[in-house]
């Protein structure tokens, strides 16, 4: 029989690894890609066994090497679910972003989703598979980072477009969007404050952070038969901060309930 696979982009990162994980619970084969050929190898080996949990090693940003990665997706079976959670962010501040660092952020956060969906967008006709794209709570408010929330807030908008125009092929599209999540993407921001997550869960009405897993959960739902009807919605994995913040409820309302 063939077997079923699902690509996770940025498959090396924590947050990817995770995502990996969760969706071997119904998928065949997981395609671990990331630009870090090592990492994605020991992520792979520390989620099981070779015939499950494949390393490749691709640059998404790269149509040449986006079009081998779903050669080589289409090698191991019936592609039915990919994931586009590849990202990160240069630039900090609107007034520290070069031209450069604007080209970079875009490319990796909303051209390249674009590109590996293009890439594999008949593999996933074929078996009326889904897209997930892992945006962020930078993407629909300010929370830092330009280029990167230009970006998703690009990614998100994109997640429509397949869903309006690839839903007559039985393709859904839809995104996530995490609010803070601890992983290596904090490292450097960890290391110059090491308060950096307790400051941020103040801000959160569930007063904590996501775990990379929390966001796994949420692929693991959007890519599953059980959302078979759901298409073209982003769900925040975001403990509750976009929903409002309670400080700020306390100061306009001056209630203690808060
Ligand atoms: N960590 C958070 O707080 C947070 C919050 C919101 C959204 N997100 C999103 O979640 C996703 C994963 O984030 P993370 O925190 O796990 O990041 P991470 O830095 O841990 O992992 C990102 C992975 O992407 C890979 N990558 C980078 N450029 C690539 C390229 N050109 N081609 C292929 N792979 C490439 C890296 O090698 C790395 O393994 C990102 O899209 C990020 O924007 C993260």
Redesign the pocket.
């Known amino acids: 029989m063939t077997q079923s696979v699902a690509i996770v982009?940025?498959a090396?990162?924590?947050?990817?690894r995770a995502i990996a994980s969760r969706l071997a619970d119904d998928h065949d084969v997981i395609l671990l890609?990331?630009?870090?050929l090592v990492?994605a190898e020991k992520a792979a080996r520390m989620l099981g066994p070779v015939e499950r949990f494949v390393a490749l090693s691709?640059?998404?940003?790269s149509a040449e090497s986006v079009a081998a990665m779903a050669k080589a997706a289409a090698a191991l079976g019936a592609v039915r679910t990919l994931v586009n959670?590849?990202?990160?962010a240069r630039a900090v501040s609107l007034q520290s972003t070069t031209p450069e660092d604007w080209r970079a952020d875009t490319a990796?956060?909303l051209e390249?989703p674009f590109l590996c969906f293009m890439a594999v967008a008949d593999l996933l006709k074929a078996t009326q598979g889904s897209v997930i794209n892992?945006a962020?709570?930078?993407g629909m408010n300010v929370f830092g980072h330009p280029a990167y929330s230009a970006a998703k807030a690009g990614m998100l908008h994109f997640t429509k477009l397949v869903a309006v125009e690839y839903g007559k092929f039985g393709i859904r599209s839809n995104a996530i969007a995490?609010?803070?999540?601890r992983?290596?993407?904090?490292e450097a921001r960890a290391a110059a404050n090491p308060n950096v997550f307790e400051e941020a869960r103040r801000w959160y009405p569930l007063q904590r952070v996501a775990d990379?897993m929390d966001v796994a959960n949420a692929v693991g739902f959007l890519a599953s038969p059980q959302a078979n009807s759901i298409s073209g919605v982003c769900l925040p994995v975001d403990c509750g901060l976009t929903a409002g913040q309670a400080e700020l409820a306390r100061t306009f309302s001056q209630s203690a309930d808060y």
Request: with cysteine; aromatic share 2%; charged share 10%.
């Open positions: 982009t940025g090396a990162g924590d947050i990817g890609v990331d630009i870090d990492a691709c640059d998404v940003t959670n590849a990202g990160a990796l956060n390249a892992i962020s709570v930078n995490p609010g803070t999540v992983t290596q993407a904090w990379p």
